[in-house]
């Protein structure tokens, strides 16, 4: 998923140098990264993993709503779970990326990239 979200942020600052970008593991995000961002994207490779303990329950008790975020992986039941969760934060989700695999990139990832931020 590093590689992927890696792509993700190098997307972003080559559609526009206005936004700030940061790249954060699971274990290490706070309510304070997430409260003032506009948009942000969240990836996981597989359900349930300890590692998203923490931020299942975070986005169950935070309200971001109308922000818009950008949700992906390679597995389509992990897209379901991060959905399942971000839902009660409010979050204005857009349509998932189910890549092949992590080394996506190119005009696919772009178009997905600004169909979230637009």
């Not at 922000?67 to 399942?84: D, H, N, P, Q, V």
């Amino acid at each position: 998923m590093r590689n992927l979200g890696a792509a993700i942020a190098a997307g972003i600052k080559k559609i526009s140098g206005d936004y700030k970008v940061s790249a954060i593991d699971a274990v290490n995000v706070s309510a304070t990264d997430l409260l003032p961002a506009h948009i942000f994207f969240l990836g996981c490779q597989k359900k349930k993993t300890f590692s998203f303990y923490y931020i299942e329950n975070l986005f169950t008790h935070i309200n971001l709503a109308g922000r818009r975020c950008g949700i992906f992986s390679t597995r389509s039941g992990a897209l379901k779970y991060l959905a399942s969760f971000l839902r009660s934060s409010e979050a204005r989700i857009g349509r998932p990326l189910l890549a092949k695999d992590d080394s996506i990139g190119g005009r696919e990832l772009q178009k997905w990239i600004q169909s979230i931020i637009a």
